[in-house]
């Protein structure tokens, strides 16, 4: 394969897990009173780290999001993964690919330690994943659009940044990417085409992700 390091994004890349958390994101904001359908939920929020949903909500309604919103949001997220959450299908061929040729990989998320690993128990995906090859929006300063998370992915898995390929489905995922100098493949499963249009390489089916790497 043409590329050192494999960065994934987590959410709808590797684990089916953006039908469940939008649905429950609309779902808790409209209780709040700030009404949101599952579309817009997708639109505003889709690879984000929990940060972008305060800023949002406050910047349109000038109110300010509960202090626990984040815990409450996340127990009840972690509480679906367990009953609901699936691999993306074809995830775990792609791994397995990846280990037979060699090729390392790392995960790069806008989500939390906790949220990357629970949907990875939940999915079977925590045993393709050694500790030191989760990264998220955590452990640096600013989430994406911004490219630190990928330029820190790189930096901790050893390899330059022009020798790595980032796999997103979100536009805020493929901007980190394509500013960290990095190629972006763009997985189209979720997100219309033209939303990831920056990426230098589209495809909707994961199985046909190899392949492409060549």
């Given at each position: 394969?043409?590329?050192?390091?494999?960065?994934?994004?987590?959410?709808?890349v590797?684990?089916?897990?953006?039908?469940?958390?939008?649905?429950l994101?609309?779902?808790?904001?409209?209780?709040?009173?700030?009404?949101?359908?599952?579309?817009?939920?997708?639109?505003?929020?889709?690879?984000a780290?929990?940060?972008?949903?305060?800023?949002l909500?406050?910047?349109?309604?000038?109110?300010?999001?509960?202090?626990?919103?984040?815990?409450?949001?996340?127990?009840?997220?972690?509480?679906?993964?367990?009953?609901?959450?699936?691999p993306?299908a074809?995830?775990?061929?792609?791994?397995?690919?990846?280990?037979?040729?060699?090729?390392?990989?790392?995960?790069?998320?806008?989500?939390?330690?906790?949220r990357?690993?629970?949907?990875?128990?939940?999915?079977?995906?925590?045993?393709?994943?050694?500790?030191?090859?989760?990264?998220?929006?955590?452990?640096?300063?600013?989430?994406?659009?911004?490219?630190?998370?990928?330029?820190?992915?790189?930096e901790?898995?050893g390899?330059?940044p022009?020798?790595?390929?980032?796999?997103?489905?979100?536009?805020?995922?493929?901007?980190a990417?394509?500013?960290?100098?990095?190629?972006?493949?763009?997985?189209?499963?979720?997100?219309?085409a033209?939303?990831?249009?920056?990426?230098?390489?589209?495809?909707?089916?994961?199985?046909d992700?190899?392949?492409?790497?060549?």
């Amino acid at each position: 394969m043409r590329y050192d390091l494999v960065i994934f994004d987590n959410d709808g890349v590797l684990v089916d897990s953006e039908p469940i958390s939008n649905r429950l994101l609309a779902g808790y904001l409209t209780e709040l009173g700030h009404p949101t359908s599952y579309e817009e939920s997708l639109r505003d929020y889709m690879g984000a780290a929990m940060h972008r949903v305060h800023d949002l909500v406050e910047e349109r309604t000038g109110q300010r999001l509960p202090d626990d919103f984040d815990d409450v949001f996340h127990a009840r997220v972690f509480a679906a993964f367990e009953r609901e959450l699936k691999p993306v299908a074809g995830a775990v061929d792609v791994l397995e690919r990846l280990v037979a040729d060699g090729v390392p990989y790392c995960v790069a998320s806008s989500g939390s330690h906790a949220r990357i690993r629970t949907g990875h128990r939940a999915t079977g995906l925590d045993e393709w994943f050694e500790e030191a090859w989760v990264f998220s929006s955590e452990d640096v300063g600013r989430g994406k659009p911004a490219p630190d998370l990928f330029l820190y992915a790189a930096e901790q898995m050893g390899v330059a940044p022009e020798r790595c390929v980032v796999v997103e489905d979100s536009p805020l995922g493929v901007r980190a990417g394509v500013a960290a100098g990095m190629d972006v493949y763009g997985f189209t499963a979720m997100t219309p085409a033209e939303r990831l249009s920056g990426a230098n390489q589209l495809f909707g089916d994961m199985r046909d992700l190899p392949d492409l790497l060549v």
